[in-house]
C-alpha cells in the first residue's frame, strides 16, 4: 500500500467495496489511518502528520506540519506492516458495522438460514454474509440440525461482541410461530384475520387463538386450509408439533371452553380478581382436558391468563359433594367429644383390670414352672 499509485489505491477501495459490502469512505478512511499509523511509527507519535487520500483521484497528501512528506514508500518495512494490520481491523471493524446494521433490524422477524455445523451444545447457522448461533435453551428437544439443512428461525438477539456480531436463533420462541402462520396464511399477512393469542410447549404442542376481522371469512378454516393444507406446512416446519387454532372470544367464558377443546366443557365458574377458573368437565373427558402430561390444560392457561382448575360434574354436583363434605368435617369434632366422653368414664374401672393382667402373668408363670 505503501508508495502506491492513485489507480492502484482507487483499484483496491473498489474491489473492497466489491467482495466486502464495506462503503467506499469507510476504507478510504481506513488506508488514512493505516497510513498515518505507519508514518508516527516511522516518524515519532509526537509528529503532526496529516494524510489524506483524494477520493477522485487515489493520490496521497502527507504533510509533517507544514513540511511534505515525498515519498510514503520509503517509512520502512515495520511501518509497512503496521499500516496492513491496522487497515485490516479497520476493514474487519467496517464489515462487523454493516453485518450489524442489516442484522440488528430484522430482530423480532422469521430468517432462513442453511446449517452449517454443530459446536456442542449449540448449533450454527450459515446466513450468507454472517453466521448466525441456536444456543441450546433456544433448541427444540427432539429436533436435529444436520449439516446443510435449511431452516427457518427467528431473529432473537444482534449485538457486537469485539470484530464479530453475535447473532442469537430460536427455533422455540412462540413468536416464530406467529411468524410461520403469517408467512402460511395470506389472511394473517392482510390483517383479516388476526392472532390473540398463543401458547407453546416447543416441540410438543401449541395452542393459536384467533379472530376474523371480516365475519365472512371462518378464521379457523382459513388457518387450517384446504384439507389441511396451510396447517401441514407448518407443522413439517416445525417437525410434527401439534397445533389447536383456537376461535378466541370477547367472552372470556366462551374463550376458556374453546381454549380446552378437544376437551367438552360442561360449565366454568370465573374469579376475575384472582384470575382463577374453575372448569367443569364429565369424568370421561377428564383425561382429555388434562392432555398428555398436563399440557392441554396448561396451554389452555397460557393462552388465556387464567389459572384453570379441573372439577368432574357440574357446579351443582359440586355444590353437593362440597356440602357433604363440610357436614362430615363439621360433625367430626362431635364424634372426636363422644369418644373423649366415653373413655372418661369408663377411666375409674380401669384398676379392676389388673387381677386379670397378674392372672395371666401368672398363669404364664405356672406354665413355665
Known amino acids: ?91 474487519r471493524e467496517a464489515e462487523r458495522d454493516v453485518v450489524y446494521d442489516e442484522y440488528i433490524n430484522k430482530v423480532g422477524q422469521l430468517i432462513s438460514g442453511t446449517v452449517q455445523r454443530y459446536e456442542r451444545p449449540n448449533t450454527i447457522v450459515s446466513l450468507g454474509k454472517a453466521e448466525g448461533i441456536i444456543p441450546w435453551r433456544e433448541q427444540v428437544p427432539g429436533e436435529t440440525y444436520n449439516p446443510g439443512e435449511r431452516i427457518k428461525c427467528l431473529v432473537l438477539e444482534v449485538k457486537k461482541v469485539g470484530q464479530r456480531v453475535r447473532i442469537v436463533l430460536s427455533r422455540a420462541h412462540p413468536d416464530l410461530l406467529r411468524h410461520l402462520f403469517e408467512l402460511e396464511v395470506p389472511e394473517i399477512q392482510d390483517r383479516t384475520i388476526e392472532i390473540r393469542g398463543l401458547a407453546r410447549d416447543p416441540g410438543h404442542r401449541a395452542k393459536v387463538a384467533v379472530l376474523s376481522v371480516d365475519h365472512k371469512v371462518d378464521c379457523v378454516g382459513a388457518c387450517v386450509g384446504i384439507r389441511g393444507s396451510r396447517i401441514k406446512n407448518i407443522v413439517d416446519e416445525l417437525n410434527g408439533e401439534k ?68 372439577v368432574t360434574g357440574t357446579p351443582e354436583s359440586y355444590e353437593e359433594r362440597f356440602q357433604v363434605e363440610y357436614d362430615a368435617s363439621r360433625d367430626r369434632p362431635q364424634v372426636q367429644q363422644s369418644a373423649a366422653q366415653a373413655a372418661a368414664a369408663i377411666l375409674p374401672e380401669a384398676p379392676a383390670a389388673a387381677p386379670a393382667e397378674a392372672a395371666e402373668g401368672e398363669a404364664d408363670t405356672e406354665g413355665e414352672d
Do not use: C
Not at 25 to 33: N, P, R, S, V, Y
Not at 67 to 78: A, Y
Not at 250 to 277: Q, R, T
Not at 280 to 307: C, H, M, Y
Open 1 to 91: 500500500m505503501l508508495g502506491m499509485k492513485g489507480e492502484e489505491i482507487l483499484r483496491i477501495v473498489e474491489a473492497l467495496h466489491r467482495e466486502r459490502g464495506v462503503d467506499k469512505e469507510i476504507i478510504f478512511t481506513g488506508i488514512e489511518a493505516a497510513l498515518l499509523s505507519a508514518a508516527k511509527k516511522k516518524l515519532g507519535l509526537n509528529t503532526n502528520v496529516v494524510i489524506e487520500i483524494s477520493r477522485d483521484t487515489g493520490e496521497i497528501t502527507a504533510l509533517d506540519g507544514e513540511n511534505p512528506i515525498e515519498n510514503l514508500g520509503d517509512l520502512g518495512r515495520i511501518a509497512a506492516l503496521t499500516a496492513k494490520q491496522v487497515m485490516i481491523q479497520k476493514i
Open 243 to 310: 397445533i389447536d387454532i383456537v376461535r378466541w372470544n370477547e367472552g372470556l367464558e366462551v374463550y376458556i371452553m374453546n381454549s380446552m377443546k378437544p376437551a367438552i366443557v360442561n360449565a366454568i365458574e370465573l374469579d376475575f380478581e384472582n384470575k382463577h377458573a374453575k372448569v367443569f368437565v364429565e369424568e370421561d373427558q377428564l383425561s382429555l382436558a388434562i392432555g398428555r402430561k398436563g399440557q392441554n390444560v396448561r396451554l389452555a392457561s397460557a393462552l388465556t391468563g387464567f389459572d384453570i382448575d379441573l
